[in-house]
């Protein structure tokens, strides 16, 4: 079975979210399920240091870049 999980982070994040996630991922995957993580760039990192794509113990990751809205406005927070 394959899953998809979307999330704003993701390991090497060291945010409490991303570290669970990670966790759960990589425990689905060594229990037989395709995994395929859909993130963001870590906040710290600039985009040269981070493979937009890569494998983690058995876990495909793609990274997208975040946008640049402005979260004070209601169209920047949708």
């Known amino acids: ?3 998809v999980f979307v999330h704003q982070r993701f ?5 409490g979210a991303a570290i669970r ?8 995957s060594d229990h037989g399920f395709k ?6 760039l870590p906040s710290h990192s600039t985009e040269n240091q ?5 494998i983690y113990r058995n876990v495909s990751i793609d990274r ?3 946008t640049n809205f402005n979260k004070n406005s209601r169209v ?3």
């Open 35 to 40: 995994i395929t993580v859909l993130t963001s």
């Open 64 to 66: 997208i870049s975040k």
């Open 50 to 54: 981070i493979p937009r794509q890569e």
């Open 11 to 15: 390991h090497p994040e060291i945010a």
């Open 76 to 78: 920047g927070r949708i």
């Open 1 to 3: 079975m394959e899953l």
């Open 21 to 28: 996630l990670t966790e759960l991922a990589v425990g689905l």
